[in-house]
């Protein structure tokens, strides 16, 4: 599930959050399981430059229902960012896991006329043609994380680096390894859900990454983005695996499962690395009285990015760092390595699992 977004001169850092219907807003609609922590809030937009108030943008959102605390940061961080510029009016539509619901849910905000649409569709090929509805009707979309295969369905892509993720436990788990003297070490890989992109990708840069230490994956298995499975395959892994040097588990939120079988077993002769950065996480890591000794980011962050970039889009306004006079059309975030050394600074910006 990084770059840094909340730096201004990418103008990143936001969020939405889906409400019911078509809902104009700039309130949040925060889902019972979502903690305040899910993610920094923006800083106040400032008064010069591309912050100060222009031409009024009204942005619509979509996303997926939160039944996940990556999701439901997502959400919250849209709404955030909205609220920080006097000249966005926010329509969000009902959050939903349901394709067809979400299809109808961004005709009806095609309908509505909205200036820009901000979109983190389900899947990416099922609502790529009403995205792309949305583009010949003259509306700018930009596209979360889960890409639509088509680039003329979205006017800009900004997502998460999930092969960076890899890349970036690997590092971790293999300079940990090598400083220690440990040789042939048992790793282990707890992945989301195996058949996914996103998860094969992850898989690819840990791989790659422990290569350049000597070292490879001993044992991996999925665990399905869910703290049920991610106890009952932490404990499949701990009994077939008498000694362990260190474990990658992709998922914060399946960590929480993960974690919960390290501690029935009575286990710590190894350490762990996580991932997306959790703020349970990451708390984890400050008190450094456990396992888990790091995670790597995949910023929820990005819908906060994601409605100022739309914004920029709508007032036709490029990033102010940069010489070109419009938003790029492809912006991914770098996956950063949390650990004790660091964890202060990024702690504000985590999801609560």
């Known amino acids: 599930m990084t770059q840094n977004p909340g730096r201004r001169g990418f103008l990143l850092g936001g969020a939405v959050i889906g409400a019911g219907a078509l809902i104009t807003a700039c309130t949040s609609n925060e889902p019972a399981a979502q903690a305040s922590a899910s993610a920094a809030a923006p800083a106040a937009a400032a008064t010069g430059g ?46 939903t896991n349901d394709i067809n619901q979400q299809i109808s849910a961004v005709e009806s905000l095609i309908q509505a006329k909205v200036n820009v649409l901000v979109i983190l569709p389900n899947d990416g090929q099922q609502l790529n043609q009403v995205a792309r509805q949305a583009m010949d009707a003259g509306i700018p979309v930009v596209n979360v994380d889960r890409v639509f295969p088509d680039k003329l369905s979205y006017r800009t892509w900004i997502g998460g680096d999930n092969y960076g993720m890899g890349v970036a436990a690997g ?85 929480i499962g993960v974690m919960a079988a390290i501690k029935e077993a009575g286990r710590d002769e190894f350490f762990m690395v996580g991932g997306a950065g959790s703020a349970n996480a990451m708390r984890d890591i400050q008190a450094d009285n456990g396992v888990l000794k790091a995670t790597v980011t995949y910023p929820a962050t990005m819908a906060a990015s994601a409605i100022r970039i739309a914004r920029l889009i ?36 985590g999801f609560e699992s």
């Open 171 to 255: 590092h971790f788990i293999g300079k940990t390894l090598k400083d220690k003297g440990v040789a042939d070490p048992v790793i282990l890989e707890i992945q989301g859900i195996a058949t996914l992109p996103l998860t094969q990708d992850r898989s690819k840069g840990f791989e790659d990454a422990l290569k350049t230490y000597g070292f490879k994956v001993t044992a991996k298995q999925d665990a399905k983005f869910t703290v049920e499975s991610g106890t009952q395959v932490a404990s499949n892994l701990l009994q077939a695996h008498k000694k362990i040097d260190a474990i990658w588990n992709h998922d914060d939120d399946q960590g």
């Open 314 to 349: 709508a007032q036709g306004k490029g990033m102010s760092d940069l010489l070109e006079q419009q938003v790029p059309q492809s912006i991914t975030l770098t996956s950063e390595t949390v650990s004790k050394d660091n964890v202060d600074k990024y702690l504000p910006s």
């Open 50 to 95: 591309n912050d100060a108030p222009g031409e009024k943008v009204v942005i619509g959102f979509s996303a997926p229902a939160a039944d996940h605390g990556w999701i439901a940061a997502i959400s919250k961080n849209a709404a955030d960012a909205a609220k920080q510029y006097s000249d966005v009016e926010l329509k969000a539509v009902e959050p």
